[in-house]
């Protein structure tokens, strides 16, 4: 008997092929964890991306072919002859006392089968590895627990193990020069990473001993193409992404707030491109029915983000989480101006007011104008 | 960012247009700026596509690399952008000067952003190290080129210097928009924000900005449209030509990429003259002519330095060198902090929200009180002031007290009276603070005329005293503990360095 949960996000999801999470759209969940619009789309694996086109507000981000092509290009460098190079790499950095490692390359391993089936093998794998013997696994299917709903990833990763311990490895296309990267880059590669290490750790049975906290980042050094490898410790990225995905609300719960026939289904033509024929207003409706939690943040991480900046036209939140934070948490812009404009504040905001006031009186002081 | 900034970002999204957050400039700009404008080739570290530099609104210099992958030509286009900068920055140096002297004036770089600041910064170090004899020889430009990109990017970090800016970073210091600060980041925007075109809101303006077909990124990265649907077809319209050995045709194929090329830096280059001509419109505050005076001692220094020997610039600082640098870094920032604030109304409106400074009118003056417990007696006044601003500096703190004309004076808090509603209500105030003054009087025992405020001058103190902070004693870079990994080992240029790969 289907799960019910699983028949209300199919039918949410409706015609479009279920788009899989990845250790990116997790840790875009994980930074807005009250978004119950995100939550739920992705939940139920609807393409955020087409709808987001389809309703007018196509997502302002993609990704360059020259970008692509040379990330794919380093991969294969570094992962050529059984990953020959990389196993060196790791050999100095980890300093391993092992000429030899095994290649053991899930891609080709796994096939299509259901998802389930495909973890349930890597786990078999996985845990009855030879502990003396050092092996490079690639493309792990691994599973995380999110909103009370287990989603699969199939990151682009390498753990390493060797004597029972694990370590993830990440290959990045991004340079290393003179021993520094560009933190937003490496920011997020450690908040990857630290999704797979809990993941992985799920999987072996919640033993963290068996993952380290120090994750193996290799990427190109300085303005070649040859590799290095950079250790990062990600044990506060860990502390971040378990207390974010604890506070994701529960699936189950939070389907319950909507009626059974909601879909974000684009009623695909039939035919090879399927393009969508749904009316775009009547998706925009079920869309909103949803509610969303909108921070310019959003602008870089959700392909919905135009059409939910449009919503929070004239929210504090809109214009950044420091004006939000300025006003007291106030929601809107106009209240906060009232507020300004001396209008008598709640009994909880009146020190916000009085802050309100002393700025509204500073401008006409200095600039001579009233607001 | 403070309070007043929110308040203006939330008039702004009401109002529909930028609000200044200033009312002076805090840049220095130059009558002659270059303006510098870099693409690079998604997915690379610092592989320039193209670049539109010059020093003239009407005359763009649009540099190309139709195969961006190839070493050689990377280094003909540094080559062609020395070409353009070197010059434009020898024409800053061409007197005669001594050692103890600084050129007239100084160049000024303007990028767009902040990336644009990261990729001069790269570039600088990609071709710094280069040798132009022996086996990698590049154009004799080229290292020099990477010497001065270096120094740009270096003083870039240096507290109200403005030998190089960002234009979306010089914009945010003196508007505030009715978007988020993550969206001040797109030029076109933000220009919207603060000028837009007749008939339309800011905000109707900037919406319409974000289309990147009428506005690409201002760069250094591409659009991943125009990447995907546009220059990948130059590109290999380009290497077809070249392979076919047909000149004509690749002739017209390298015109085809340029073109494309100059279509998404045609309008950032309009932007960025906009963004100048916006700035002029504000007056520049007075401490940034000392400001540009030392930027322009730190120009001539380099200049110096490249005649006397022209070594590169270190990879990475050694401690000694770096913990100079930082505490100079800070040091100034403070500095121009405290020199803002007495400038800028509106700088200074932000401490008294904070309540390090309090403004208001003098309610009562003990002009003639003194102090006699020393060797002699000096003038010592009490001066009260009815503040509205919430005051949260405590009795026996040290303040500086501004006077209408601009003159500061030192002063003691002596009493803080929290005022009643009453006072607020008839605009007199809701505290009073009793300072006493022990500066800006003379030498007598009565205070030199005007050396003290009288009853009803506006008046504004703050804990900001801007006071000489000596530098602390660094040890010689020989001397370096070996907690900090001892005595730095000399640069020597070596083959690896000058052949580094880059591509």
New interface residues.
Partial sequence: MPDPVDARLDRLRGRANPRRHNARTISALATNPGCARRALMDASGADKNLIAEHTGYKA????????????NAFESQVKENGAAPLLGLLRDHLRLPIEEAGYHDFNEALGNDANEVRYARTRQVLTSADKNQGTLFDHPLLRLKIAGRHAYLEPDLIAFQLHGQFHIVEIK???V???QADPAKVAAAAIQSAVYVHALRDLLGGDPEQVHHQTVLVA?E?????PVVTGIDVRKQLTVISRQLARIGRIDELLEKFPEDLTFDLDPAPGADAAPRRDPDDLLSAVRQVEASYA??C??TCELCYLCRDEAR?T?A???K??RD??GGIEF??S??NL?RGSAPAPDREEVA???R??????TE??GET? | MTMLTSLARALAAERGRAELIRTVRHVHLSPRPLVFIPLELAGEANGPLAALVGDDPEKPHLLTISEPRNRTQRFAWAADLAAIVLPYIDSFADADIGEDEAYQDAPQLLVPNPGGLGFTRLLGRSTRFRRTQGEYAVPESVPLLGRWLTFFAERSEVPASSLILSMTDALTAHWATGQSAMEDGHLAALLAWIDPPAGMTGAEAALAAEDPGKWPPAGPATHPDFDNDVLEGRVRAVRSAADAGDEGGLNRAQAGFAAALRSQLEPTWSLMWQGVELLRGLREADYLGKRWERDRWSFSGHVRRLADDGAPQARRDNAVRAAQRLSSLERDQQFIDVQAAFEDPLVMAEQRMSGEAFAGSAVEVLADRTDDTGKRTVPRPWVTIATADGVLIEVGKKVKVVRATGTRQDAIVRIVEPGDEAGAERGVGTTAVTVELTSGMGRKKTPEPGGVPAVGEFLIATTLTGDFQPSPKWPEKEETPWTHGGPPPEYVPNDEDAGEAWS
Avoid: C, K, M
């Fill in positions: 302002p981000f993609g990704q360059s072919n020259f970008a692509i092509i040379r990330g296309s991004f340079s020069i003179d021993g190109p300085n303005f070649s193409s040859r310019p943040e602008l870089s004239g504090t809109a214009l950044g420091t004006v300025d006003f812009v106009a906060a101006l300004a009085a802050q309100l002393h700025g509204s009186a500073l401008r200095i600039l607001l």
